[in-house]
């Protein structure tokens, strides 16, 4: 069955930088678009970045554009996320998911995810 394993979050200064990665298994990982969401407290469960089954193609939200950088390793079954000037808005549990997702009642209900917290 499909797995996807987020790691890399943590506790980070604002203004400082995580990377994230999720390791996938359990279906030909080059054949897919893969993304990564977020939940934070409170809010919903909202986009975060794409990356096509090649990497050639990548989309942001307006929100983590310009700091955020979307990668993939197709040989390592491997999605990262390349978190840069990191802001405490960007506190939430990050999940990465096979592309398309669809979000039911504004809950990301899928995967551990990572957390990830910015704060001083």
């Known amino acids: 069955q499909v797995q996807l394993v987020e790691s890399g979050g943590g506790l980070v200064q604002p203004g400082g930088s995580l990377r994230l990665s999720c390791e996938a298994s359990?279906?030909?990982?080059?054949?897919?678009?893969m993304g990564w969401y977020r939940q934070a407290p409170g809010k919903e469960c909202e986009p975060v970045a794409g990356?096509?089954?090649?990497?050639?193609?990548?989309n942001y939200a307006d929100s983590v554009k310009g700091r955020f950088t979307i990668s993939r390793d197709n040989a390592k079954n491997t999605v990262y996320l390349q978190m840069n000037s990191l802001k405490p808005e960007d506190t939430a549990v990050y999940y990465c998911?096979?592309?398309?997702?669809?979000?039911?009642?504004?809950?990301?209900?899928w995967g551990q995810g990572t957390q990830v917290t910015v704060s001083s």
């Open positions: 998911t096979r592309l398309p997702r669809t979000v039911v009642r504004g809950v990301c209900s």
């Open positions: 359990g279906f030909t990982f080059s054949r897919y678009s």
């Open positions: 990356i096509g089954s090649v990497g050639g193609s990548t």
